[in-house]
Nanobody
């Protein structure tokens, strides 16, 4: 199995910064894309940012220029640096990874348990 554990969430004032981390562990052969999604109360889960194994990135329009996704392939870890936070960024942030397990035949998507980010006005 593959486990994803997020950390770094919390409460911050508008305009502040937070850095989320997500470490993947388990019987991993290869991790392809990794990413972050978020879900605010009463809303659907939405894409925040993704990054491929080679470092190509993609961002939601709402976070472009404020958030930066990065990864450390040696540590199977993905990061999300969030700057200039706004109250509308308040949500539970979920890490995801498309990974191939050792002995597996195809890659699957795995999800973390989520970490709360709250931005006060």
């Amino acid at each position: 199995q593959v486990q994803l554990v997020e950390s770094g969430g919390g409460l911050v004032q508008a305009g502040g910064s937070l850095r989320l981390s997500c470490a993947a562990s388990g019987s991993i052969f290869r991790i392809n894309a990794m990413g972050w999604y978020r879900q605010a109360p009463g809303k659907q889960r939405e894409l925040v940012a993704t990054i491929t194994s080679s470092g190509s990135t993609n961002y939601a329009d709402s976070v472009k220029g404020r958030f930066t996704i990065s990864r450390d392939n040696a540590k199977n870890t993905v990061y999300l640096q969030m700057n200039s936070l706004k109250p509308e960024d308040t949500a539970v942030y979920y890490c995801t990874a498309n990974a191939l397990r050792v002995g597996g035949f195809r890659a699957n998507d795995y999800w973390g348990q989520g970490t709360q980010v709250t931005v006060s006005s």
